[in-house]
């Protein structure tokens, strides 16, 4: 095997490396995801958090603007802190909504802001007050249930039972559908 | 009966000390790898040598194996995600499970098959046939100037072949989603996007090659230079190899990804 | 056979050496003066490729000294040793010579690793060796496309590329035609006697080793039994000499392994366990 064959293979499977790597880097994770530029913080208080995680995207009018960096329970309130690394490029009015989404049926959960109509723009460290708690699957389903039943077995006792039996009528139709249409992509 | 028990036993102690001794010596041969290795800076062309010989002759073997891993995981998942009518998560499936866990482990079980075992067959010969000796008697230690360069090698070669592995895997899945199923090509690209980050998934793979490497390609030497100087010590040095190897990546792979994810 | 005056070139005194509990040598004295040809044989696993071993350094006496050109070889380091091996040569049973390379890079190994003479220099040197060897025209060949012979002889000049002082010869006869066995006594009479060096030779060959050595020593169980030119091996009266020498198949070494059951036995014959 001639010396100069054997480093040109050589170079070139270097070559096919770095390019697998940038490759995999680039098109396939989320490089633009990790690097943000500046951030400033902001709160908000939910009743319920659902299953947002940390890290999980913030969004506007479905586009991102920032990400979650800290989900906490204030002991005080016994609410959910949920703190927001917001892009400086973004403001927002102090009474911006900050509604718990879900994307598609099976998809992830993050966090909707809506622009509101005040004039006065938000501060690194400003709590929205304006928050909607997520939809926990079981709570209205459970409410249907016991509301659709109406025989006299079924009593307010059993509505925890099987909250996942569809009852003849099927009032819940409507109900998933606009969960899974509902506001977002 | 009680005696075979017994004798079994006994045989179970002596292979289990074996095994102790084994772990023993290589990390001492790993040890002493590390130290004869400053010659190499000053000559390379024994390392890219070897790197020819364990990465650039592996390289089909990966694409192709890459490819079909990618064609399965493609077919296999869509049959179950479309139950869940979530069949445009095809692509975030296919990468994950590739940069995760089967690009780094099946890379560095075919890396061991094909290179692994070739190394330790050409050490144990060199030794059956005394060129080891050979060398030592001409004053060139044998440690710096066999081991050492296949050892680097393959450090260096099996993350590149796990790179390549989870591209053509990707790719794989690609067409069957895409162009043989249907799906929608700017899904399967964008719901990966979304799904694979960057220092969890790709480095972390990375990570779990390289240490794969290290793994295989110390025991790929290791046996070859403790190998017994026969035909049949050699051929079953090789077997060895191979064995050990698919043993030690699969812990490995427990334990990394215990502390990674 | 030593003058009084002079310093031995190998001076081995009292080595002992054992592979674990396995004792091979059993205080071997030997001295050999420089420039001399020296044939050691005996019967397989007496300890003489053990006895090579120890002179150049790939394994340590439990007991005892080996002193070469007045260099303890015995207590030398790592990198001690390998600053002796530069003046020292080995030709290995089967040549060992390396697969991977050409003939010409397989001589031209010790030369580029222990010398930083450039190449053309280098180049002139292996084309002398190979000469020397009568192969000229092999440089390119590859190790698999050479003879028995042939290959003996490329690692011969490889194991005198550096002109060592000292020769060590590992069975050189075994396994060759008797064409290339006289060519390979030939060279190592002729190169010895040109580079001065001086030689030990371990073999089995009483024919060829009897004509080129200055002196044999006999080696069984570990000790040196005999010793003597080859004249007085010859007509030497020792009863194990001569069978070795004669090749005669019954003497002090017994033609029957000594089993322990009787013949009757083998045959089922016997009324009760041998």
Excluded at chain 2, 1 to 27: C, D, Q, S
Excluded at chain 3, 21 to 45: V, W, Y
Aim: hydrophobic share 45%; charged share 15%.
């Amino acid at each position: 095997m001639k010396r100069a064959t054997i480093d040109l293979w050589v170079g070139i499977f270097v070559a096919i490396g770095i390019v697998s790597t940038t490759f995999l880097s680039l098109k396939v994770a989320n490089l633009t995801g990790s690097t943000h530029g500046n951030t400033y913080a902001i709160y908000a208080e939910f009743d319920n958090i659902g299953g947002l995680k940390v890290k999980a995207p913030v969004k506007a009018s479905g586009v991102l603007v920032g990400r979650i960096s800290k989900i906490e329970l204030n002991t005080e309130t016994y609410r959910a802190r949920v703190t927001m690394d917001i892009g400086t490029q973004y403001e927002f009015s102090r009474d911006t909504s900050a509604e718990i989404l879900t994307a598609g049926l099976p998809g992830e959960q993050y966090i909707g802001l809506t622009q509101g109509g005040d004039i006065d723009g938000v501060q690194a460290g400003h709590r929205f007050s304006r928050t909607a708690p997520a939809l926990v699957l079981e709570q209205p389903i459970g409410k249907s249930v016991t509301s659709a039943a109406g025989t006299p077995a079924d009593s307010k006792e059993h509505s925890g039972e099987s909250p996942y039996e569809i009852p003849a009528k099927n009032p819940l139709h409507h109900f998933r559908y606009s969960l899974c249409f509902g506001p977002e992509p | 009966m009680l005696e075979t028990l017994a004798t079994n036993l006994r045989h179970l102690g002596n292979w289990t000390i074996n095994v102790i001794w084994k772990m023993g010596f290589a990390t001492r041969f790993l040890w002493s790898i590390v130290l004869h290795s400053a010659p190499l800076i000053t000559r390379p062309g024994l390392v890219i040598r070897e790197i020819y010989f364990a990465g650039v002759l592996s390289l089909i073997i990966i694409m192709v194996s890459g490819l079909f891993v990618g064609m399965v995981l493609g077919l296999q998942g869509y049959t179950t995600l479309v139950r869940f009518g979530s069949a445009e998560a095809l692509g975030s499936l296919v990468a994950l499970s590739l940069l995760r866990e089967l690009g780094p482990v099946l890379a560095a079980l075919l890396f061991a098959s094909r290179s692994g075992s070739a190394m330790t067959a050409e050490i144990g010969l060199m030794k059956a046939t005394e060129q080891l000796d050979a060398m030592a008697v001409m004053a060139v230690d044998p440690i710096a100037r066999v081991i050492a360069p296949r050892f680097w090698a393959g450090i260096f070669s099996l993350p590149i072949l796990t790179a390549l592995f989870n591209v053509m895997g990707i790719f794989g899945g690609y067409y069957i989603g895409v162009i043989m199923i249907g799906l929608d090509e700017g899904a399967y690209w964008s719901q990966m996007q979304n799904a694979v980050d960057l220092h969890e998934d790709v480095f972390n793979g990375m990570i779990k090659s390289v240490f794969f490497g290290v793994a295989v390609t110390l025991i790929a030497v290791f046996e070859g230079y403790d190998a017994e100087p026969t035909a049949a010590g050699v051929s079953s040095a090789t077997t060895r190899t191979v064995v050990t190897s698919a043993l030690v990546i699969l812990a490995m792979d427990f334990v990394l990804t215990a502390f990674m994810f | 056979m030593m003058d009084a005056a002079e310093q031995p070139f190998i001076d081995i005194r009292k080595v002992a050496f054992a592979y674990g509990e396995r004792p091979i040598l059993k205080d071997i004295n030997l001295s050999i003066p420089k420039g001399k040809l020296i044939a050691i044989m005996g019967g397989s696993g007496c300890g003489k490729t053990t006895l090579l071993r120890l002179l150049s350094g790939q394994q340590q006496p439990q007991k005892g000294e080996v002193i070469v050109n007045g260099q303890h070889v015995e207590k030398m380091n790592h990198q001690e040793l390998f600053k002796f091996r530069r003046s020292m040569g080995m030709l290995f049973q089967f040549g060992a010579l390396f697969t991977d390379l050409s003939v010409f890079d397989n001589i031209a190994f010790p030369l580029r690793e222990n010398t930083h003479l450039p190449e053309d220099i280098i180049r002139d040197l292996v084309m002398m060796k190979l000469a020397a060897v009568g192969l000229r025209g092999t440089q390119d060949m590859k190790t698999a496309e050479l003879s028995g012979g042939m290959a003996r002889r490329v690692a011969l000049a490889r194991a005198m590329a550096l002109d060592p002082d000292l020769m060590l010869y590992d069975e050189p006869f075994t396994g060759l035609d008797p064409i290339s066995l006289g060519v390979i006594a030939h060279l190592i009479k002729k190169l010895n006697h040109a580079l001065g060096t001086t030689a030990i030779m371990v073999t089995h060959d009483i024919h060829h080793s009897l004509q080129l050595a200055d002196h044999v020593y006999f080696m069984a169980r570990g000790a040196i039994i005999a010793s003597g030119t080859p004249d007085e091996v010859l007509n030497s009266r020792d009863p194990w000499v001569q069978q070795f020498v004669k090749g005669a198949a019954d003497g002090p070494v017994q033609f029957a392994y000594p089993a322990t059951s009787s013949v009757a036995h083998d045959f089922g014959l016997s009324s009760h366990h041998a």
